[in-house]
Each structure stands twice: as structure tokens, then as C-alpha cells.
């Protein structure tokens, strides 16, 4: 959602000061800092003639003391808070669907792993002899690569936060296990140049798609046990 937008550029904010030094109370105070309403960013975009960030950051430091707000933003362009806040939130993401997943490979395996003689089906044809522990086995079997194959592109996902020109010391974000921001969890930070190479995207997009190959085939396997009338649920 917007709002949950908002509040992820609002972390890495506050991640941001922390790694480049800001003192614990300033890092505190911009972590406890009210995150703006969507509404309120767009109202100020539209009556300034802005740009989101710039209405957003106006807001967030309204309240702020000088000594404060000056480590909001330092060292960082849009870019940086907007690419890297979308690869967190596509981190997330696919952790989240690879536990999800995983759940499901059980449930699985508990409902069904059971020697019980079927037919297996092909062009809506009954074409051999099979077993349903076998099929689930089968359906099981992909779905661990897939939740494998999420994981691997979560890796491959990078922030970058070194401002328009690049960063002789960037910060070190591997070592903070306790950052919130979901950075440290990335596979990269970048630390020069002006645009995160989106291209580390593609594995990601390509492991949802074969998320939902993987479960149309779940829904497949369920529908047609349904539909003649193999096995019911209450």
C-alpha cells in the first residue's frame, strides 16, 4: 500500500543516519518521527509544484529539530530511497512466499502422501496407472525448488545509497543484524553511481512466475481430485 510505502522510506531513512554516523538519540528521534498520510504528500505536491520525495521529506522534517533533520537524506538522491525501498519490499515478498510455500509442501504431504492407486490424467484422458503419493511428490518436488529459487532472487536484489555521485565510504550495512530497514538483508549495496541496475529485478520476476506455474498446477491437482470425486474436503 501507499502507506506502507511511506513508512519504508521513513526506515531507511533513519537506516541511513545510523550508518553514517548520526548520534542514537538523532537516529531515535527519526525513527520515532510520525510518517506522513498519503494524502498530506500529495496535497503539498500538488500546491508546491514538487515532487513526491521533496513532499514527503518537507513533511517528515516539519516537526524536527535543525540538529535533526540535517542527517535526513544525507548523502542520498530519490533514486536511492525509492529503488532500494522497492527491492525491500520485493524481498519481503518473496521471504514471505517461500515460508507460505513451504507450509503448503507440508500440508501437502500430510493430506495426501498416501499409496492410495490412481489414474493419471492427459488431455482430460485417463493414460496410467499412477498413485497419489506419487503426484503429490511430484507437485512437492517443484514447489522446493521454487521456494529455493525465491530465495536465490531475494540474494540478488541490492540497495543503492550512495547520492548522485557516489560514496567514498558508504555505509557498512552488513554488519547491523539488527537493522530494521531490511537493507542488511539485500544482496548488495551499491556505492557509486546514480541508478540501481534494475536488472537485478529479473530474477525475482522470473521466480514469481514460476510461483505461479507451480501453484496453478496445485489448483489443477485439487480440482481434478475434486471433480471425480477422489477425495473431499469438509
Known sequence: SRENQLALWAVIEAANAAHRGAPLEVVTGIANTDVPTPEDVDQLEMLSGG????????????????????????????????????????????????????????????????????????????????????QVDIITRRLTLVVTELLISKSGLSAMLSGPTGDSAPPRWEEDLNDPSGIADLGRVYSSGQALDRVDRMPWVSAMTTAATALESVAQFLWDGIQRDEFRFE
Open 51 to 134: 515532487h513526491e520525495m521533496v513532499s514527503f521529506l518537507t513533511l517528515f522534517t516539519a516537526s524536527m529539530p535543525d540538529e535533526m533533520a540535517c542527517w535526513v537524506h544525507r548523502g542520498l538522491t530519490t533514486s536511492d530511497i525509492v529503488d532500494t525501498s522497492v527491492n525491500v519490499a520485493l524481498g519481503r515478498t518473496a521471504e514471505y512466499l517461500a515460508f507460505r510455500l513451504s507450509m503448503l509442501i507440508q500440508n501437502l504431504d500430510d493430506l495426501f502422501n498416501v499409496p492410495t492407486p490412481r489414474v493419471a490424467w492427459t488431455h482430460g484422458r485417463p493414460a496410467s496407472r499412477t498413485t497419489l503419493a506419487r
